[in-house]
C-alpha cells in the first residue's frame, strides 16, 4: 500500500478531523482513508439514522449493568426535590 502525505491544511481542518474520526470512534488516520474511500469510490455513506442507531447500541453495550435509575425514577426524585424546597419541608424537620 502507498503512503499520502499532505501538508499545510489549516489547523481549524486538522482538528474537525480528529473531531470527526473520534465521533465515529476510528483514529484519525483512519478517518482520512475512509473520507477518501468515500469519495472517490463514490460510496454513499452510512445514513445518519443509522450512525446514530449504530453509536447508541455501542453506548447502551458500554453503560450496561451499571444500575442507573429509570427515568421514572429520577423524575420522582425531581418532584419531591422541588416539593421539598416549595413547602420548606426540610426546614420543618
Known amino acids: 500500500m ?6 499545510n491544511l ?3 481542518i486538522v ?3 480528529r473531531i470527526r474520526a473520534a465521533e465515529r470512534g476510528r483514529s484519525a488516520e483512519a478517518e482520512h482513508r475512509e473520507i477518501l474511500r468515500a469519495a472517490l469510490m463514490g460510496d ?3 445514513s445518519t439514522r443509522q450512525q446514530a442507531a449504530a453509536r447508541l447500541a455501542e453506548f447502551r453495550r458500554r453503560t450496561s449493568g451499571r444500575g442507573s435509575p429509570s427515568s ?4 420522582e426524585q425531581s418532584r419531591a ?10 426546614e420543618a424537620s
Do not use: C, I, N, Y
Not at 502507498?2 to 501538508?7: E, F, G, K, M, Q
Not at 426535590?81 to 426540610?90: H, V
Open 10 to 12: 489549516d489547523d481549524d
Open 72 to 75: 421514572g425514577e429520577l423524575l
Open 15 to 17: 482538528r474537525r478531523l
Open 44 to 46: 454513499e455513506p452510512q
Open 81 to 90: 426535590a422541588r416539593m421539598e424546597a416549595l413547602t420548606g419541608a426540610d
Open 2 to 7: 502507498a503512503t499520502l502525505t499532505v501538508r
